[in-house]
């Protein structure tokens, strides 16, 4: 572990396996062992899964074959967002200057806490010993002047682990790592700058910006200039209103079919809509996620001419979207679809298009008032009905 210095501020704070850990904290008996979360697919993994090359989103029987002796538990996810609220009370126990970014990550800004904290390095030791005391699970921080540079860390550190970097070993520490853990290098990046000879995050920062340019395009080249010299001013940032909202669905091993499809779509619309109407908010871009077994992802999206929260009309840019990319659908495949709601703004500030309609589709609003005083599944729809509900999974922000 480097020496702390005050310069480094910035904490990036990530749970362990979260699912996984959750489990193994409320089960005694999976402690210690091989854990899946999810059967159809990997949800998450415990660290002792891990060492038998399960990853999240693989297919529960790749996994159960790379590691027959697994304990296959279904997923809790209110067990999962009562313990990321604990969690992230610890977080904000800890300064007030909190930005989440996902059920189970969070960036913490703890500069001008030296007088009456300590170090940033003596706030993440406690942060880590107080999530432990208090939810009973492991977590990771990184800390550095960044938020690029802390996340990196973290990710190093994993997993139950601490690591400082100050502003005078930051290309010490970053340079020697692999290009991958620059952010958006992916599986397709990597190739590339691997034909070029360039395997560590060094071989990018000696490399002219307009070389990279060249080489990926405009904007990723710039992009990864500028990350290679740990070039990020983006501070933490809290009480942001989120750019989107979204919802995803898992699909197990149950027979796909276009109906199948479709079906999943219309309850992950409802769902979203219904959010967009309670935080009163209205979205133009409407966009649709899918991942498959072998990892890859597509993504498809559509701008609508005016914001709506409106279910039918998300609801049917999003079957257009669907139809459109049917050709590149794998049926078998298919292990994940998503939908979220972008370019998100407050619903009173969007000039209402003529004839001037003040409020929302009456059926959307009668709908909205039953699922809020009887639960979302107190009236249903008929495309619906006795159609397994899938396994709900937290999406990422998009913000």
Request: aromatic share 4%; with cysteine; proline share 6%.
């Amino acid at each position: 572990m480097f020496v702390s210095s005050d310069g480094a501020t910035i904490l990036h704070a990530d749970l362990d396996a979260f699912y996984a850990s959750v489990e193994q904290r409320d089960d005694p008996r999976l402690r210690g062992r091989p854990v899946i979360v999810g059967g159809g697919v990997v949800l998450a993994a415990s660290y002792e899964a891990k060492a038998y090359g399960i990853k999240t989103a693989m297919g529960g029987a790749r996994a159960r074959y790379l590691c027959p002796h697994a304990v296959v538990v279904p997923p809790r996810m209110k067990a999962y967002s009562d313990a990321s609220k604990a969690v992230f009370e610890v977080f904000r126990n800890t300064t007030p200057l909190v930005e989440g970014l996902s059920i189970d990550e969070a960036f913490l800004d703890v500069g001008g806490l030296h007088k009456i904290a300590g170090t940033p390095a003596e706030i993440a030791a406690r942060l880590r010993q107080d999530v432990r005391a208090q939810v009973g699970l492991p977590i990771t921080v990184g800390v550095a002047r960044t938020k690029f540079l802390a996340k990196v860390a973290s990710g190093v550190a994993k997993p139950d682990g601490l690591l400082v970097v100050p502003p005078d070993k930051e290309m010490e520490f970053l340079h020697p790592l692999e290009v991958e853990r620059l952010w958006g290098v992916g599986k397709v990046t990597a190739a590339k700058l691997r034909e070029h000879g360039i395997h560590r995050v060094g071989d990018v920062a000696e490399l002219p910006e307009s070389m990279l340019r060249s080489m990926l395009g405009r904007h990723v080249g710039r992009h990864l200039f500028g990350l290679s010299h740990n070039q990020d001013a983006r501070r933490v940032q809290t009480g942001r209103r989120r750019s989107s909202m979204g919802a995803q669905r898992a699909l197990g091993r149950s027979l796909i079919t276009p109906e199948a499809i479709d079906a999943t779509i219309v309850a992950l619309t409802d769902r979203v809509t219904h959010r967009l109407r309670a935080a009163k908010r209205v979205g133009r871009t409407v966009v649709l996620r899918m991942r498959f077994d072998d990892f890859t992802r597509a993504t498809r999206s559509h701008t609508l001419p005016q914001p709506t929260a409106t279910t039918d009309e998300i609801l049917l840019a999003l079957r257009s979207l669907v139809a459109k990319a049917m050709p590149i659908i794998d049926l078998q495949g298919l292990t994940l679809i998503g939908i979220s709601v972008g370019n998100l703004d407050n619903e009173d500030s969007v000039q209402l298009m003529l004839p001037f309609d003040e409020t929302p589709n009456a059926l959307d609003t009668v709908l909205d008032s039953l699922h809020d005083k009887f639960g979302s599944r107190a009236i249903t729809r008929a495309v619906l009905l006795g159609r397994d509900p899938g396994i709900e999974m937290p999406m990422l922000p998009d913000t």
